[in-house]
């Protein structure tokens, strides 16, 4: 049983705070289909939000089976399922793998055999089982709902929360959502509560709830609903809820509720007497749940966090391989980048002049002499320093697109799948384990294809270590990024200006004002790949000519590395904050 006592959500405004939800109080049975209806904005999904436990009530508070859920702890992740109205399948899987990841990411599991009759069962109650193998982009919006559906009952939930589930349906499809949830609510003693906008078919719940500025204006049967409003016209209802104040239907149902609470619990029992079900010991209009109510019997448990970890990195490479502009984008940057380097490759290979031992007795050509030695050395120096931070600049873009869009972009499926039991930590490493093969292969690749058209001009191992640090620090920090922003768009525009800005402020162009070089420094990771390539690994008469044509001081090759995984560790901790927030709107 579900019970909310006197339950209040009120957000703070500049003016006056609002308050959405008003003195809520109601009683849900087992085995209870709940419609929850109103005007825009009378607080019907922030209602379902409270229940969930997406946002906490600011007064009151919510009992299951009798457990206070604001001093026992909220629900078990198994307990309750919640189908928001955005989509929360991946369009590259099809119905089957969506199902299949739900499951593994819930619930704990023997063998690959009950893992398929999960799966199969899901499939069933929903009716998808002929189209399993069917792709989500291909899904109509009824079929999209049945998914998401399908992918709550994998955890048999004993409450379903359902959020305009049937909005935007044509009629025919939306009857057949309604008969689905309407059977889900017959099974195993589950209550489901969906908020809807419609006014159709309201016999086919047990029980309507209607809102009026988060008060509750009525909650009783379907059959009594025209009577109390005085209306044979169930669309007459919302225009006669704007002719009263709030507080006054509010009053009003506090004044009628219990004779309605009657001719609902006699329907209620009529209904169990024709099913053969035994009655509950609590009825419909008393606020006490039997505290000795035994849970059902075979509850998932939750899988542990590497069986998590490994579902989501093993779905996220499934989904890059179909996904093709994504991986056709991965594929050109990989192949072209180096090329565009190696297009400059020819400048930094000329060998650097040396003085002649004898002097010249003609002045004119010791002079030029010398003048050929300074010009080669700023060539030299010049085309090296620019290769380097080519290098660097180029990962530093890869490593933006890696991850600028990895979280932001698939937030509110993050958000729903951490609802349902999903680890911080198991998403979060799963995103690093993915991340970190991609700059792998992107650094490897570049340096290896560079390294074939020009030879590094030192230790080539320390090179490609800075390079792998570069890519792995801009992706790392645009990760968190990612997990910061609200969307995707504002994630990818703060990753870009901050690639944009690693070259101006870098020093390899332009030296800094000395004021500004300590402060800006520390946040530029591709000036540490830069300096700690040429201090760490280039020859010492190539890192004299580098030193000869920039202005910027460089920094030991040590102090560069530490750096760099400074700013990798500071995006893991972004992305673990970003990551903690919730982020449903």
């Known amino acids: ?15 006056e705070p609002l308050l959405l939800l008003n003195g809520v109080d109601f009683c849900i049975p087992e085995g209870h289909f709940m419609a929850i209806v109103g005007p825009s904005g009378c607080g019907k999904t922030t209602l379902l939000k409270t229940i969930a436990g997406i946002i906490t009530e600011t007064d009151g508070h919510f009992c299951w089976n009798g457990r206070n859920l604001a001093e026992d702890g909220d629900f078990e992740p198994d307990e309750i ?19 299949e990841s739900a499951a593994r990411l819930r619930c704990r599991f023997d063998s690959e055999d009950e893992l398929d009759d999960i ?8 009716g998808l089982s002929e189209i399993a193998d069917r792709q989500v982009k291909h899904l109509s919006g009824g079929q999209k709902r049945r998914l998401a559906l399908a992918m709550e009952l994998v955890s048999s939930p004993r409450i379903l929360l359902c959020d ?25 003693g589950r209550i489901v509560i969906s908020v809807t906008h419609s006014l159709a078919d309201m016999d086919m719940y047990d029980s309507i709830m209607v809102l009026h500025q988060g008060c509750i204006a009525y909650h009783g049967s379907p059959r009594t609903i025209g009577h109390y409003f005085s209306t044979g016209n169930l669309e007459e209802i919302y225009p006669k809820l704007a002719l009263r104040k709030p507080a006054d239907w509010k009053q009003s149902w506090i004044k009628h509720r219990e004779s309605y609470y009657e001719r609902l619990d006699t329907e209620r029992e009529h209904k169990l007497r024709e099913t053969g079900t035994p009655a509950p010991a609590a009825k419909r209009s008393v606020a006490i749940a039997d505290e000795n109510e035994e849970e059902l019997p075979g509850k998932p448990s939750q899988p542990g966090a590497f069986s998590q970890f490994w579902t989501l990195f093993s779905r996220r490479w ?3 391989s179909r996904d093709r502009t994504q991986l056709m984008l991965q ?36 002079i030029q002499q010398a003048q050929d030695v300074q010009e080669n050395r700023a060539k030299v120096g010049s085309a090296v320093s620019g290769i380097i931070m080519f290098e660097v600049i180029l990962l530093g873009l890869m490593g933006s697109n890696n991850a600028a869009r990895e979280i932001a972009g698939e937030r509110l499926i993050v958000e729903k799948e951490k609802f ?6 198991a998403y979060m490493m799963s995103k690093y384990a993915f991340l970190g093969i991609l700059v792998l292969v992107q650094s490897l690749w570049m340096f290896a294809f560079v390294e074939w058209w020009w030879p590094y001009r030192g230790d080539s191992m ?44 870098s020093g390899a162009v332009l030296a800094l004002p000395n004021i500004l070089e300590p402060i800006v420094h520390p946040f530029i990771s591709a000036y540490w790949a830069w300096s700690g390539s040429i201090e760490g690994g280039l020859a010492e008469n190539i890192k004299q000519a580098v030193r000869a044509i920039v202005n910027t001081e460089f920094s030991a090759a040590d102090l560069c590395f530490y750096i760099l995984i400074a700013h990798i560790i500071a995006g893991m901790v972004l992305t673990y904050i970003g990551l903690k927030r919730a982020k449903w709107d």
């Not at 399922?81 to 199902?99: C, M, N, R, W």
């Not at 799966?119 to 929903?126: F, Q």
């Not at 920090?477 to 800005?501: E, K, M, N």
């Open 1 to 15: 049983m579900l019970e909310a006592k006197n339950v209040c959500y009120e957000i703070e405004q500049e003016e």
């Open 81 to 99: 399922g919640y189908v928001p109205q955005f989509s929360i399948a991946y369009d590259q899987l099809t119905v089957d793998e969506s199902i």
């Open 119 to 126: 799966i199969d069962k899901a499939l069933d109650e929903t």
């Open 164 to 188: 305009e589930v049937t909005s935007g349906l044509d009629p025919r499809s939306e009857k057949e959502i309604m008969t689905l949830l309407h059977d889900l609510a017959r099974k195993d």
């Open 318 to 320: 499934k989904i890059l």
């Open 331 to 366: 594929i050109a940057m990989i192949l072209i980048f180096p090329i565009m380097v190696s297009l400059f490759s020819s400048k930094g290979q000329e060998q650097i002049i040396q003085f002649t031992a004898e002097r010249s007795q003609n002045l004119t050509t010791e």
């Open 420 to 425: 349902a039991g999903v680890g911080t930590g």
């Open 462 to 505: 320390t090179h490609l270590g800075f390079l792998i640090l570069a890519n792995a620090a801009m992706t790392s920090v645009c990760l968190g990024i990612s997990a910061l922003s609200r969307t995707p768009d504002q994630a990818s525009l703060l990753s870009i200006y901050l690639v944009g800005f690693q070259l101006p402020l």
